[in-house]
Nanobody, 114 residues
Framework: QVQLVESGGDLVQVGGSLRLSCTASGSTFSSNAVGWYRQAPGKQRELVALITTTNVTNYPDSVKGRFTISRDNAKNMAYLQMNSLQPEDPAVYYC????????WGQGTQVTVSS
């Protein structure tokens, strides 16, 4: 079973940037779409970026123009470049295959200070 491990979370100031990384084990990474999700305290987990197997990307309006998802199938990795971080962006960020029953990792914490 493929496992995804997130890294790169940190404390940044408003307007700052972070690049999150997602490392996948297993041989099925390239055959799956990958999503980055986030969950803030007291809120539901939400999708913030999606990349398909053909590199088509999709973002909600809340992050469009600020976040960029990418993938490197040769390295079994996905990335989330986050620019212009805002006070509403702090959360635990997860990468995940958008498949029923797919496991969730531990996530990586993003904190934004004003």
């Amino acid at each position: 079973q493929v496992q995804l491990v997130e890294s790169g979370g940190d404390l940044v100031q408003v307007g700052g940037s972070l690049r999150l990384s997602c490392t996948a084990s297993g041989s099925t990474f390239s055959s799956n779409a990958v999503g980055w999700y986030r969950q803030a305290p007291g809120k539901q987990r939400e999708l913030v970026a999606l990349i398909t197997t053909t590199n088509v990307t999709n973002y909600p309006d809340s992050v469009k123009g600020r976040f960029t998802i990418s993938r490197d199938n040769a390295k079994n990795m996905a990335y989330l470049q986050m620019n212009s971080l805002q006070p509403e962006d702090p959360a635990v960020y997860y990468c995940h295959f958008p498949l029923q029953g797919a496991p969730w990792g531990q996530g990586t914490q993003v904190t934004v200070s004003s």
